[in-house]
């Protein structure tokens, strides 16, 4: 800038004004091209869940979801979306390496070649690794989703889980699961850690190695290092290598997204439901004339084309209006014929026809939804007040709605849990008489109802004058019982997936032969005229999906959380984080004031300077590639194994009211979002506020150092930054919460859907159920864009503030020119830029910190807020073989859910070991609380539970679960992603002979090996997860508990526990519960499993205490002068005494 003083002026305003431009425009330019992004990566999101959820509706559905579906959604879709960035930074990346090595050709001639050389070695590098990531980061996300497929399974079966005694089990089991899960994830990480370390050897050494080049050269020919040609080089080899590192650290996000892509994209491509049925043609003939439904012709059923047939050469014709019941032994094909029926298994041969594919179905253990019991029951069907009250009262309901809570406003709970097993059944027949569908498929509906309730439904529904004869409505009932033979239009008799019989119920007994092992002795049910009673675990309160709360936190912050969280880091790792991050910063930022001690010294001292150049570039390189070894080899899986430890401790140990009130897509949103922040953007998010804190410190060190007059920006941005943030944070943080929050009404539509889809196809509802995940989807992606939003608000506010300190700097460098060397100045300047970038950076980091906190903050205030079973009283663990006799007494206990709803009322009882106990009573009469009662899954308000003379409540519950009862329950629980093992023997002590041994007792092993080609070895069966083998039906899923309650017998009996062991060598005799075990049986297989029981338990001295609502095969075994029954009724005993008396008390009340 030499000539006239004017000239000066008008040339420093000239500069003064590009500068202004140029950084003006990259503010405004940068916004608009975020917020054009942001708004195309919530398209795809949008659009790629959308894809999903259509997809889900057409899958062939599975008994054990495998959790792809909801891992696909929860990770790989927002992997996709980033697709988008990176697209479109890599051609602009290339763009600014195109036209930084044209400017630095300028500078540097020749040279400006080198970092192109540089860039091919690290790239070869880079190739390589790429080669195996996707690989590993497939895994990673296989790992990822079996663990969320096994915790869907687990909170789904919790109160089965804790019945059962098997919750400690399955925690470990989650855990280990977490644990592969990381070592999958550090497979990746250690190559990410080595990519790096190659993207930031090109980032530190190209300027390097080219800057010692061109100095070197330029020594030969007699040139000195100016400060002009220091400065300006060093500036224009960042143009070149930071773009170029940019477009390499794409490379593994692209591999990663590429890795989603490929998973979704496999998904969307699996093969259909192949829905073979054909349509009948519909008749013109007179109105007496007869209409066929259904047409069964040849067909043949198999799982798999090399495996044997489920049925064979079926031959079925149905007419319209009719009512056929089909019935057969545990396993004869009742169910898979319903399902070919509804579409859903394919025959290898003959034809399905039918004259409707809408059909109302209830299924064996029937899907409800989430919501009010109104809601459950209208469904998707237009809303008609008359035809719903005479809905409710067709199917027994209106008794119960009376005493519910808020009637039929009250919230039924995930799945339905809040009702008893009765209610769900009728809710779901209710469901599809509502529905009118020309079609009812029921698929052993009334197995969990007692006697009085299923005879009036049935008189009101199948009856003469019941309401499907009136409408003319086409019933196919599946049932266990010949109960309600005679109402039956047709019969159909099943063995071996073979039709033994067809026809009427007047032609059976005269034709026998062909019935082969069906007993056709009518079930008794006795139940009670007692006044209509409900399960009291019923709340009023409504689910806690929308989480959002309103309090102080949310807005400002929690500083309690960076402990939390830096506990569950630990100290060491934290400060090996920190050495190595304030090292690197030291070294990375120190070249500048090295460039300005090397400019003023003399060209003889150029090696020296050469060579610290290089020892410095090189120390920050290793301590660079050590706070990334850090933060993704130690911190990210010690915090992200920790944390989820104790969110699933959590949640284990939480009480069972709990999951009834809280939806199992808000808990699982915890274990799948939340954990995933944990891995992927804490550790990077304090890495990066690491970096950023201690580069400040040093360049404003160095700042001061060089010029003091331009030190006193920082203060004034720091404080600017200051108010910035605060405004941001406020709102930010909310926001993030909420966007967390709004995915768990994803999860919980999308998961009852996947559950649900075989109900949900049946009804013809698939487009109204997907259209109300998508209005779920779109309220999540609200907050997300917003968040988007007021992200790009602070970047263009900070973008500016960059564009104001620049300016100012430019415009003193050029009025101040003379009061400070060149040096000085372009040292300076360089570094009060990076020094503000630096603490932008910082305020970016920070932001992203305390958002990203947002799920350390849910993680803690889980574990806060949540309740635990127990108490610190529960501590005294018996010594010995406890229980040693099996004595039970009740005294006076008396159980409430709250104040309001008493369960059980001074209830008194005495079962001497040995004896057995069968309590009855209506539906909500208190069976189902008392089992509770003793499992300790309900805590008694007053009165005391003994057990060998030991009070309950004094012992730890998992103990008590454990040790002291054996439940077999109705709603059978099982792992799918687990091993047939693991499911038998949770705790992994009985050997592969015993574990067969015991299905070949229960006659369910050969269901297992039948679909073995060519043939394993039984310890490779047991190995297999339970989802790979044959799907077992209801009745078979009884016997396989069965089966696991003999081997939990043999477990604790074979335990290496020296506590469990009597001094004189006596075995454990823990109380055998039975929960309706034998509720989806057959006659002749409920014969044959309670003579297991008989000489399995009671013949060894075993108590057992036996719930149900029926007693015409539960008191065969029963010896009057030894066994008894209790009669519940509203909570109480109402008779206690021998089967004869309570059955004539019983007969008396009718």
Request: contains cysteine; hydrophobic residues 45%.
């Amino acid at each position: 800038m030499s000539g006239s003083s004017a000239q000066t002026v008008e040339t420093g305003r000239l500069v003064i004004a590009m500068a202004v431009v140029i950084y003006v425009g990259l503010a405004m330019s940068r916004a608009v091209y975020y917020h054009r992004l942001n708004q195309l990566k919530v398209m795809i999101r949008g659009a790629v869940v959308g894809l999903i959820n259509n997809k889900s509706f057409s899958q062939q559905s599975s008994h054990h979801d495998d959790g792809k579906a909801v891992t696909l959604i929860s990770t790989d879709a927002g992997n996709v979306g980033q697709a988008a960035s990176m697209f479109h930074e890599t051609w602009a990346q290339v763009i600014e390496v195109v036209l930084g090595t044209t400017m630095l050709a300028r500078e540097v001639g020749w040279v400006c070649l080198v970092p192109y050389v540089i860039i091919f070695f690290c790239s070869r590098m880079s190739r390589y690794l790429a080669k195996h990531l996707q690989s590993k980061q497939k895994d990673w996300s296989m790992a990822t989703q079996k663990r969320l497929a096994v915790t869907t399974s687990m909170l789904s079966s919790m109160k089965s889980l804790k019945m059962l005694g098997v919750a400690t089990h399955t925690e470990s089991l989650v855990q280990d699961l977490r644990l592969q899960e990381l070592s999958a994830a550090k497979k990746v990480r250690w190559m990410m850690v080595a990519y790096n370390a190659s993207a930031n050897a090109l980032g530190i050494f190209t300027p390097v190695i080219t800057f010692v080049l061109f100095v070197l050269v330029a020594s030969l020919k007699g040139s000195s290092l100016d400060t002009e040609t220091a400065f300006t080089t060093t500036a224009l080899l960042g143009l070149v290598t930071h773009p170029a590192n940019m477009i390499m650290s794409i490379v593994p996000q692209a591999i990663g997204s590429l890795a989603a892509f490929e998973r979704i994209q496999e998904y969307l491509l699996q093969a259909p439901r192949n829905d073979q049925r054909l349509a009948l043609k519909k008749t013109q003939d007179s109105r007496d004339a007869v209409s066929p439904a259904v047409r069964v012709e040849g067909v043949t059923i198999q799982s798999s084309s090399v495996s044997p047939p489920i049925l064979t050469n079926i031959n079925l014709a149905i007419d319209k209006g009719s009512i056929v019941i089909c019935s057969g032994p545990v396993g004869s094909g009742k169910t898979t014929l319903v399902k070919s029926l509804m579409g859903e298994l394919p025959a290898a041969s003959g034809t399905i026809s039918v004259s409707s594919k809408r059909v109302g179905y209830c299924e064996q253990s029937p899907w409800l939804p989430s919501g009010t019991l109104k809601e459950a029951v209208r469904g998707f069907s237009p809303e008609e007040s008359s035809w719903y009250d005479q809905v409710i009262r067709l199917c027994c309901l209106d008794e119960d709605l009376s005493v519910l809570p808020n009637g039929d406003q009250t919230m039924i709970g995930s799945r339905g849990l809040n009702l008893s097993g009765g209610q769900r059944q009728r809710v779901a027949l209710a469901r599809a008489v509502y529905a009118r569908c020309e079609m009812v498929i029921l698929d052993d509906s009334f197995s969990a109802l007692d006697g009085k309730t299923e005879s009036r439904i049935v008189v009101n529904l199948l009856g003469p004058s019941g309401f499907f004869k009136k409408m003319g409505t086409t019933v196919f009932l599946a049932a266990n019982s010949s109960t309600h033979f005679h109402l039956a239009d047709s019969l159909v008799i099943l063995d071996n997936g073979a039709v033994t019989y067809q026809g009427t119920w007047a032609g059976l007994p005269q034709d026998p032969e062909h019935v082969l092992k069906l007993h056709l002795g009518v079930t008794e049910k006795n139940a009670t005229e007692d006044d209509p009673q409900v399960d009291k675990t019923i709340r009023s309160q409504s689910l806690k999906v929308d989480e959002a709360v309103s309090d102080l936190s949310r807005a400002t912050g929690d500083v309690t959380l960076y402990g939390y969280y830096l506990r569950a880091v630990g100290f060491r790792n934290l400060l090996l984080l920190l050495v190595c991050t304030s090292s690197y910063s030291f070294f990375i930022t120190f070249p500048q004031y090295w460039l300005q001690k090397w400019t003023a010294a003399p060209a003889s001292q150029t090696m020296f300077y050469v060579g610290g150049y290089i020892i410095v570039s090189f120390l920050a390189w290793a301590f660079t590639n050590g706070s990334m070894w850090s933060t993704h080899i130690r911190i990210a899986p010690d915090s992200g194994a920790n944390l989820h430890r104790r969110l699933l401790s959590t949640i284990v140990r939480a009480p069972l009211s709990y999951f009834s009130t809280t939806d199992t897509g808000v808990i699982l949103n915890r274990f799948s979002q939340d954990i995933q922040l944990v891995d992927r953007q804490l550790p990077p998010a304090i890495l990066s506020i690491s970096n950023q804190v201690f580069k400040l410190l040093v360049q404003l060190v160095l700042l001061f150092s060089a010029q003091k007059l331009m030190a006193t920006t920082l203060p004034l941005c720091v404080v600017t930054v200051y108010f910035v943030q605060r405004i941001y944070l406020r709102t930010s943080r909310q926001l993030r919460l909420l966007d967390l929050e709004s995915q768990s009404a994803v999860y919980s539509s999308f998961l009852e859907s996947v559950e649900g889809v075989r109900t949900i196809r049946a009804f013809g509802w698939e487009r109204q159920v997907e259209a109300a995940n998508i209005r779920s989807l779109d309220k999540s992606q609200q907050p997300a864009y917003v968040l988007f939003c007021l992200q790009q608000w602070l970047g263009v506010v900070l973008d500016l503030m960059v564009a104001a300190i620049a300016t100012g700097l430019i415009a003193l460098a050029i009025f101040l020119r003379g009061t400070t060397t060149a040096g000085q100045i372009g040292m300076a300047l360089n570094i009060v830029i990076v020094a503000n970038a630096s603490l932008l950076g910082l305020v970016t980091s920070w932001t992203n910190m305390e958002i990203s906190l947002g799920a350390i903050s849910r993680l803690k205030t889980l574990e806060a807020d949540t309740p635990k079973e127990g108490s610190p009283f529960e501590d005294y663990v018996p010594a010995g073989a406890w229980p040693s006799s099996g004595l039970v007494e009740l005294d006076n206990v008396t159980v409430s859910y709250n104040p309001e709803a008493v369960a059980l009322q001074d209830v008194t009882l005495k079962v001497s070991g040995g004896q057995q106990l069968v309590v009855c009573g209506r539906t909500g009469s208190g069976k189902s609380t008392l089992l509770l009662a003793l499992l300790r899954l309900l805590d008694v308000q007053s009165g005391t539970i003994k057990i060998d003379g030991i009070d309950l409540s004094l012992v730890p519950r998992d103990l008590v679960r454990q040790r002291c009862f054996i439940t077999v329950s109705q709603d059978v629980f099982v792992l799918g992603q687990a091993s047939l093992r693991f499911n038998l023997d949770p705790s992994g002590s009985l050997s592969s002979d015993t574990i067969v041994a015991a299905l070949q007792r229960t006659n369910i092993w050969s269901h297992f090996e039948a679909g073995d080609f060519p043939p394993r070895e039984p310890h490779e069966i047991l190995e297999s997860p339970i989802s790979s083998l044959p799907q077992m039906s209801t009745g078979q899923s009884q016997l396989f508990a069965l089966a696991r309650a003999i081997l939990r017998l043999r477990s604790l009996r074979e335990t290496p526990d020296p506590s469990v062991a009597q001094p004189d060598g006596g075995p454990v005799m823990p109380i055998i519960l039975l929960d309706e075990a034998t509720s989806s049986l057959d006659p002749e297989t409920e014969a044959a499993m309670r003579d297991i029981i008989r000489q399995e338990f009671i013949e060894k001295g075993h108590t057992v205490i036996a719930i149900t609502h029926r007693l015409g095969g539960v008191t065969g075994d029963m010896q009057s002068d030894r066994d008894f029954v209790a009669l519940l009724s509203k909570g109480k005993i109402e008779k206690v005494g021998r089967v004869e008396d309570v059955l004539g008390t019983m007969d008396s009340q009718k």
